[in-house]
Each structure stands twice: as structure tokens, then as C-alpha cells.
């Protein structure tokens, strides 16, 4: 039995009971055919959308409910990662995109995007990563240079989510030669010059649609730049927090699943004349990981209701991605153990949840990437220490 969580109020349980309830009897039917195809449907966004579930946070003149309360989304994924499928990124739209519309847009800007958005009629992706960059998005290489009354972007993006399906992209690039001189720019995919890259083909999370960009020659209109063009570096790291914190709430949920998933199996599952769960070991290890899973989730609701108040830390943030990530990537290994040959089988949902885990400790800033952060903000490492 998990540990209760307080920080939900009637309201946040109704709603989690109105999403279960809609997603078991409408989408997870489609989880096979998103994962052989590749991606989710576009009607599968405005399905979404229609419920008023994309950008909770959009006011009502813009199409959206107005809640600026992160429970509702943090429940929304724990129900879309145990009903249909941890790949589905409504949440990248909403609460990783979406939140550069919201801070750093102008109110025509905002009447320009965000109804479809809010719809789910136009899909939403950031593009930051480049190739050789990684992590390190100050030294990224595509390029926006002012022709006066648009800027002509050049580069390239990978690893981009949502990169099959989606329309508009927030894109990172540089507008001067100082590092981090960083400019965002909305380029939607009817845009000339603009294109696709490789459909990417991953180890795990094959619903999530994962793709490369081009930009050659992109006209982007000035009307399409989101704030000051050279403090973008600076707008993407108020916005990491959030994004640190909607990972974590995704590894958690999905752990959470897993451990579910293995002790039904471990209570089923005959070995030597007994069901697995009742050798010691198998005991041991999954009460461990019930304390920790527990733990981790009080923390991570206490990440969430501080993120509410605007109290988060970038550490804070650092911390439940890196726990979280850490634990999730425990608890399906420990699954895929207590499954045995059948934990290898695609055929059993634990095989693939464990492929779809092991990206949580990379992506929004690696597991190395967060201890950085947080011995930085203990005065540690060489950077804090050199001053």
C-alpha cells in the first residue's frame, strides 16, 4: 500500500478519477498501434484537447481553464503512464514547450499560438539539442541572423520530441558570438526552409516521436521571437525547473507502475513450489523499494506544491530528477529480475517499460549534470570552489 499523499485535495482525486476512467474505456486500446507506427495520432493531441487537458495553464480568453495549480498535471501523467503509455508527450507540449508561450510571449503572440495549443490542433516541440552539443546549450551552433524585419535561421536539431507530429517549435539559436548568446524563435513546419530530418529509431519509448530538424534559410518573422534576443540562454534556464520537475513526476509515475506490475507478478509466479514473493530476497528487495518509492514521492509532492508557490530551487528541481530518474531505473531493473526469462520477453509489459526507463537518467540534463548542480549549490565542485 503506498504511503498517502497529502498534498492532493478532493478536487485533484475527482479529476484523477475522471481521467482514469476516460483513458481505460477510449485510448488504451491504442498503445499497440502507437508503439508499432511510432508515434501517437494527431487526433490522439485534439482528443486531448477536447477534454481540456493540453496547457492547463492557458488563460480563458486563449481557449485554456486557467488552473496554474501543477497537481492537475502531475496527476495527469501518473493516469496517461498507467493507462496508455509513458511515450505519450502531451506533457513535453504543455509543460516543457508550453511555459516559453507563457513566460516569455506577448499577449498577440500568445492569441497567435495558443489556442491551437490549447486545442491540440497544433502540436508543440522545443528544439535545443544539436548534434555535438548535448548538454552544453550555450555552445550550440544554429544561428538566427537580424535581417531587420525577420531573422534567417540556419542549423540543425536532434533528438527533437514530438518531431514527427509536431508544428511549431520553440528553436534555440544564436544571435551574436558571445556564448550564450541565445535568441528563441517560433518556426512552425509550413515555413520555408524548414524540414525533417530521420524519424530516429531508439532503444525504448517508441511511442515518443523523435526526430532531427533542419532550418535553411528560415524567414522567421520578428513577430516570432519571444522576448529579448539575446537572453534566450537565460529564459531556457528559468524554465529548467519545471521541466526537471515534470521528469521527475514522469520516472516516478512510471516506477510506480512497474513496482505494481512486478508484485502481481511475483504473487502469481511458481518457483519451487512457492510463489517467487515468498522467498526472502524477492521480500527484501521489494519492501525496500516500497520505502523508497514512497520517499521519493512525499519529496517530490513537496517539489510540486513548492513549484506552485514559485519557491522551487534549481536544486530542489536537480534533486527529484536525479532520485527519481535513479529509482526508476532500480525498480524496473528489479523487475525485469523477479520476471525471469519472461522479464526479457516483449511480450510482457515490464520488458518495455525497462528499455523506455534507462533515457530518464540522460534526458532533461543527465544524472552527472544534476549531482553538478547540486554540489554547486553546497558550495562544491571546481566552478563554486574557483569562484
Not at 512510471?254 to 512486478?262: G, P
Request: aromatic share 10%; hydrophobic share 40%; charged share 25%.
Amino acid at each position: 500500500m503506498a504511503f498517502p499523499r497529502m498534498h492532493l485535495e478532493h478536487e485533484h482525486e475527482m479529476f484523477r478519477s475522471q481521467v482514469r476512467r476516460f483513458l481505460q474505456q477510449n485510448m488504451s486500446a491504442k498503445v499497440p498501434k502507437w508503439r508499432a507506427q511510432g508515434h501517437v495520432d494527431r487526433e490522439d493531441f485534439r482528443t486531448f484537447g477536447a477534454q481540456g487537458w493540453l496547457c492547463l495553464w492557458a488563460e480563458e480568453n486563449f481557449g485554456g481553464p486557467g488552473i496554474r495549480d501543477i497537481r492537475y498535471d502531475q496527476v495527469l501523467q501518473e493516469e496517461t503512464i498507467r493507462w496508455t503509455d509513458i511515450g505519450f508527450f502531451h506533457n513535453a507540449h504543455s509543460m516543457l514547450v508550453g511555459p516559453y508561450i507563457d513566460s516569455f510571449a506577448t499577449p498577440a503572440q500568445k492569441a497567435r499560438f495558443l489556442p491551437g495549443a490549447v486545442s491540440g490542433a497544433t502540436i508543440m516541440g522545443i528544439a535545443m539539442t544539436e548534434p555535438d552539443t548535448g548538454s552544453d546549450l550555450a555552445a550550440i551552433r544554429t544561428r538566427a541572423e537580424d535581417r531587420g524585419d525577420h531573422f534567417l535561421v540556419n542549423g540543425a536539431k536532434t533528438f527533437i520530441s514530438n518531431g514527427i507530429i509536431g508544428d511549431l517549435f520553440v528553436v534555440a539559436a544564436r544571435t551574436g558570438d558571445k556564448r550564450g548568446q541565445i535568441g528563441l524563435f517560433v518556426v512552425t513546419s509550413d515555413m520555408p526552409g524548414f524540414s525533417r530530418g530521420r524519424h530516429l529509431r531508439k532503444m525504448g519509448m517508441p511511442v515518443q516521436d523523435t526526430a532531427e530538424l533542419r532550418f535553411e534559410d528560415v524567414r522567421v518573422p520578428r513577430d516570432n521571437l519571444l522576448g529579448d534576443p539575446g537572453r534566450g540562454f537565460a529564459y531556457m534556464a528559468e524554465c529548467l525547473a519545471v521541466e526537471r520537475t515534470m521528469s521527475a513526476i514522469s520516472s516516478l509515475a512510471h516506477a510506480q507502475v512497474a513496482f505494481d506490475v512486478t508484485l502481481e507478478f511475483v504473487k502469481q509466479r511458481q518457483a519451487f513450489g512457492q510463489p517467487v514473493g515468498a522467498f526472502q530476497n524477492t521480500s527484501f528487495v521489494m519492501a525496500d523499494l516500497r520505502a523508497r518509492l514512497d520517499a521519493a514521492q512525499a519529496y517530490l509532492d513537496q517539489c510540486v506544491m513548492l513549484s506552485n508557490a514559485a519557491r522551487l530551487t534549481p536544486e530542489d528541481a536537480a534533486a527529484a530528477k536525479l532520485l527519481c530518474s535513479e529509482l526508476q531505473g532500480a525498480v524496473v531493473d528489479a523487475g525485469v529480475q523477479f520476471h525471469g526469462g519472461a522479464g526479457y520477453m516483449d511480450e510482457y509489459e515490464i520488458s518495455h517499460m525497462f528499455r523506455d526507463a534507462r533515457i530518464a537518467r540522460i534526458y532533461a540534463g543527465t544524472s552527472e549534470i544534476m549531482k553538478g548542480i547540486i554540489g554547486r549549490g553546497l558550495g562544491l565542485g571546481e566552478r563554486a570552489l574557483r569562484g
